[in-house]
């Protein structure tokens, strides 16, 4: 490749011009297509129009026979961390005729893979003639807390999804190659506020990331890092001790489809249909051989992925010992 197309496959290392973005996103996706295949980019991206089309037609007719006020619409926001599944979730998502799903590559809301603004999420929910309204914010998955608690809108969901972290770094070093390494870095020169990746950090996340020799690290490494990190924020900022947020695992997801979308379909209230989960080819993503990667990164990934697991089990025994006891569930006299 020439050094040209090196530029543009590879993560930027400044701000973009609005042509230098487009660029980037073309060129991007026909080396995506060159490494993966043209199949799985217009799958991933949802290319062909005759599945938007024939799910807009369900969803109008949904409207027509389902009138709902203004503002009734209730917002869910899908996040976690990038290739962790989240697109398989917001495709299935987008088949149940009640929903409207926003992907980050909407322009009206997003710009650039972030929302916006706050007036813009609020006034795209408020316009909405849905019964759900699911965002996909991942850039922002750590302002997911203001935007539960946004006024004049319906209370909503949050769904945190996680993905086994050798599986995920694998996946995101063959898409993005040293986008995770490079974010570490400018976190560790003091320059993580004008990066997402930085964004509401806690001091020991950036004194842990500055420990390591960033300047050696691998892709891998530091993939598992960048996930480990990211992860953590879902304790740090409190959305493990909230009841309106959901842990959903990637891994799970795959080895059951039907069972894990009627349990996201049930936190959210959804009404759950076979055709949500159609489109998973069930597998099981572990057994793989193990990264190769410094120990000091592998202890942490594996205490954060077992804490995770940990509290979506948890999660599941609140579930359980709540609908025991709700009246609906109980055994009549």
């Not at 961390?81 to 009640?98: C, F, V």
């Not at 972290?165 to 870095?185: H, M, Q, T």
């Not at 992860?231 to 909230?242: A, H, K, S, T």
């Amino acid at each position: 490749m020439s050094t040209w197309w090196d530029r543009y496959v590879n993560p930027p290392t400044g701000p973009q011009s609005s042509r230098q973005h487009l660029t980037r996103k073309v060129v991007r996706r026909i080396h995506w297509a060159r490494t993966e295949g043209i199949g799985r980019v217009v799958e991933e991206d949802r290319l062909d129009p005759r599945p938007r089309l024939r799910a807009a037609i369900r969803k109008r007719r949904w409207r027509r026979s389902h009138p709902l006020p203004p503002g009734s619409a209730v917002p869910v926001y899908v996040v976690g961390l990038q290739r962790s599944g989240t697109n398989m979730l917001m495709r299935g998502l987008d088949e149940a005729p009640e929903t409207e799903v926003r992907n980050e590559n909407d322009r009206a809301l997003f710009h650039r893979f972030r929302i916006r603004s706050i007036d813009v999420l609020r006034a795209t929910v408020l316009a909405s003639k849905q019964q759900f309204v699911f965002v996909k914010p991942i850039c922002d998955s750590q302002l997911l807390d203001t935007f539960l608690d946004l006024e004049g809108l319906a209370p909503g969901r949050g769904v945190w999804v996680y993905r086994e972290p050798d599986s995920r770094a694998r996946s995101e070093v063959s898409k993005f190659g040293p986008a995770n390494l490079l974010a570490l870095r400018d976190i560790a020169a003091g320059r993580g506020e004008t990066r997402w990746q930085g964004e509401r950090l806690p001091e020991e996340s950036v004194r842990l990331i500055r420990s390591f020799d960033l300047d050696t690290m691998t892709p891998f490494t530091a993939a598992v890092l960048f996930w480990a990190i990211r992860n953590r924020l879902y304790f740090e900022l409190g959305f493990d001790r909230r009841e309106d947020v959901l842990l959903v695992s990637y891994d799970a997801f795959a080895a059951d489809p039907s069972t894990e979308m009627q349990r996201l379909c049930r936190f959210v209230g959804v009404t759950y249909r076979p055709e949500l989960d159609e489109h998973v080819d069930r597998r099981v993503s572990h057994g793989t051989q193990p990264l190769d990667i410094d120990p000091r990164v592998r202890a942490l990934a594996t205490e954060v992925h077992a804490r995770l697991e940990a509290a979506r089990e948890a999660q599941d025994r609140r579930t359980a010992a709540g609908s025991a006891h709700s009246p609906s569930e109980r055994s009549a006299p």
